[in-house]
């Protein structure tokens, strides 16, 4: 069974930065590509940022470009979001999630396993 933990999340002022980590447990993660994705209360969850099983590929939505950057450690089986300049809209639950078989990916649909969320709330 594959296990995604979440962490990181917190409440912050706008301009302030967080890191949020996945951990990753129950299957060779270091194969997988591995996504962010957040969710506002009657919105659909959206898509933030995604890393290849090497880190040699990423994406990230148009609105998070330049602040954020998502790595991995697979030594770690661990992935970071790295969010500078947060902004009070970035205020959702985030959670991370990876297919189930390998390939890259970056709709929501594609990923099969999900952590639990953390939440982040930006002041403004």
């Known amino acids: 069974q594959v296990q995604l933990v979440e962490s990181g999340g917190g409440l912050v002022q706008s301009g302030a930065s967080l890191r949020l980590s996945c951990a990753a447990s129950?299957?060779?993660?270091?194969?997988?590509?591995v996504g962010w994705f957040r969710q506002t209360p009657g919105r659909e969850r959206e898509f933030v940022a995604a890393i290849s099983w090497n880190g040699g590929r990423t994406a990230y939505e148009d609105s998070v470009k330049g602040r954020c950057t998502i790595s991995r450690d697979n030594s770690k089986n661990t992935v970071y979001l790295q969010m500078n300049s947060l902004k009070p809209e970035d205020t959702a639950v985030y959670f991370c999630a990876t297919p189930r078989t390998t390939g890259w990916a970056v709709t929501s649909h594609d990923y099969y396993y999900w952590g639990q969320g953390t939440q982040v709330t930006v002041s403004s």
């Open positions: 129950g299957r060779t993660f270091s194969i997988y590509t």
